[in-house]
Nanobody, 124 residues
């Protein structure tokens, strides 16, 4: 079971970037997918998640209205579309997978599998 986050890079304030999380070793629609980020000298924080089953989506207040999480089961891939980026969005972004149903997807313990992060830089 592996997850690989990609798509990071440098974006200007106000710009957009799409992160991808490719899963392998299991069918992605059997898992909920979460996105977390960690900025230098800060703790890892939850950003967004899409639940197993009905695909409900949830967002941290800091990104609500700017980020969109989605999944494409045929490609075993989840996405995090970042829009209207802010300097405070700069961080290493991680995706994670959980086989659990429910709405606790903002907790790190909810997840069994984690991918390596992808760096996002926001600067002009």
């Amino acid at each position: 079971v592996q997850l690989q986050a990609s798509g990071g890079g440098s974006v200007q304030p106000g710009g957009s970037l799409r992160l991808s999380c490719e899963v392998s070793g299991f069918t992605s629609d059997y898992y909920g997918i979460g996105w977390f980020r960690q900025a230098p000298a800060k703790e890892r924080e939850w950003v967004s998640c899409i639940s197993r089953g009905d695909g409900s989506t949830y967002y941290a207040d800091s990104v609500k209205g700017r980020f969109t999480v989605s999944r494409e089961n045929a490609k075993n891939t989840a996405y995090l579309q970042m829009s209207n980026s802010k300097p405070e969005d700069a961080a290493v972004y991680y995706c994670a997978a959980s086989p659990r149903y429910g709405r606790m997807c903002h907790y790190q313990w909810w997840y069994d599998y984690w991918g390596r992060g992808t760096q996002v830089t926001v600067s002009s």
